[in-house]
């Protein structure tokens, strides 16, 4: 059975128009393949109008290479299981609420995400803004048994288990970078591998934090240079204190204490995936005070709009992508 949905008050139809107009938001066509604009028609099939890129000679229509792109599946079971998403479900469960395989739920899970991510891009932090990293261990997470590509580059551990003979921090943890400001933008994406380096942190700001916004972070070193560099006024708050006036990076904490309890749900999220997960938990973020009805019709016409066509093999053999 369905997890109800008679209550969404809208049609398919309108929900493809919004993708149409999602996707060609910015007046123009746009070549899914080369990014070129200048596109002419091309004839339809089935009903569907087609387009050619007379930069690269491909055609494509409006529905070519959103995550369902030649799925078998109704759009309405696709909406069925964005509502699963939303509600948190692991990918199992996905998979028993839908009645499709779990590898189908897995692959589902990764198209959705990476259309999402793009959709998104990385964003942009401004004013007063708060910026810290937090740290987890390396993950290899996955049924490696049969396997022949990947090999366990150490011994395996139990799901939880401290990293032997390694104290503090260590290549065998992941640094991500986490920056927010007062109106509600995010900064989030993986930087890293040990202690965070200077280099890093220089990525993953250098363009999307405005210039003479205020950086409000913890004592660690780094910051005050990357405050120069980026013409930044840096208020740096002293170990042990918790507040300078109205600086404080309370609420970038709060914003870890969040995240954390977002991945536990999961049980473990293979690290060269994370990247996608602080994507998804980030748009949860965006949209968090929103209807459900809303927040179903946003992820639908955002991740549909989105030219995504990644391929299984590309899942499968992803790497970790880091800043």
């Known amino acids: 059975?369905?997890?109800?949905?008679?209550?969404?008050?809208?049609?398919?139809?309108?929900?493809?128009?919004?993708?149409?107009?999602?996707?060609?938001?910015?007046?123009?066509?746009?070549?899914?393949?080369?990014?070129?604009?200048?596109?002419?028609?091309?004839?339809?099939?089935?009903?569907?109008?087609?387009?050619?890129?007379r930069q690269c000679q491909k055609s494509f229509s409006d529905q070519t290479a959103p995550p369902s792109y030649h799925s078998k599946?109704?759009?309405?079971?696709?909406?069925?299981?964005?509502?699963?998403?939303?509600?948190?479900?692991?990918?199992?469960?996905?998979?028993?609420?839908?009645?499709?395989n779990i590898a189908t739920s897995f692959f589902w899970r990764h198209k959705i995400l990476d259309a999402l991510s793009s959709f998104m891009g990385?964003?942009?932090?401004?004013?007063?803004v708060e910026a810290d990293e937090c740290?987890?261990?390396?993950?290899?997470?996955?049924?490696?048994?049969?396997s022949k590509?990947?090999?366990?580059?150490?011994?395996?551990?139990?799901?939880?288990?401290?990293?032997v003979?390694?104290?503090?921090?260590?290549?065998?943890?992941?640094?991500?970078g986490t920056a927010l400001d007062r109106t509600g933008n995010i900064l989030i994406g993986m930087i890293g591998t040990g202690r965070v380096k200077y280099d890093n942190l220089k990525r993953f700001f250098e363009g999307h934090i405005a210039p003479?916004?205020?950086?409000?972070?913890?004592?660690?070193?780094?910051?005050?240079?990357?405050?120069k560099q980026l013409d930044l006024e840096h208020k740096a708050i002293p170990s042990g204190k918790h507040m300078k006036g109205i600086y404080h990076i309370q609420h970038i904490n709060a914003f870890h204490s969040n995240f954390k309890a977002f991945l536990q749900r999961f049980r473990g999220v293979s690290t060269k995936y994370l990247n996608s997960y602080l994507k998804w938990f980030k748009w949860i973020e965006l949209f968090k005070d929103e209807k459900e009805l809303l927040k179903i019709q946003k992820v639908y016409v955002q991740s549909q709009a989105t030219y995504a066509g990644t391929l299984i093999e590309?899942?499968?053999?992803?790497?970790?992508?880091?800043?």
């Open 314 to 323: 590309e899942i499968l053999s992803r790497k970790p992508v880091f800043v």
């Open 1 to 53: 059975q369905f997890v109800e949905l008679s209550h969404i008050n809208f049609h398919l139809d309108n929900l493809q128009r919004e993708v149409k107009e999602t996707r060609y938001s910015e007046g123009q066509y746009t070549c899914p393949f080369c990014h070129d604009t200048h596109i002419v028609k091309n004839g339809t099939q089935k009903g569907v109008q087609r387009y050619l890129c």
């Open 149 to 163: 590509r990947f090999k366990m580059p150490r011994e395996p551990r139990k799901r939880g288990g401290e990293s």
């Open 212 to 227: 003479y916004s205020i950086l409000c972070t913890d004592s660690a070193h780094g910051y005050g240079k990357l405050a």
């Open 73 to 100: 599946k109704s759009p309405k079971l696709w909406l069925q299981y964005l509502k699963c998403m939303l509600s948190g479900y692991t990918i199992r469960q996905c998979a028993e609420e839908c009645k499709i």
């Open 135 to 146: 740290y987890l261990r390396y993950s290899y997470k996955g049924n490696h048994s049969k």
């Open 122 to 128: 990385t964003g942009e932090v401004d004013g007063l």
């Open 165 to 176: 003979g390694i104290r503090g921090l260590s290549s065998e943890q992941v640094c991500i």
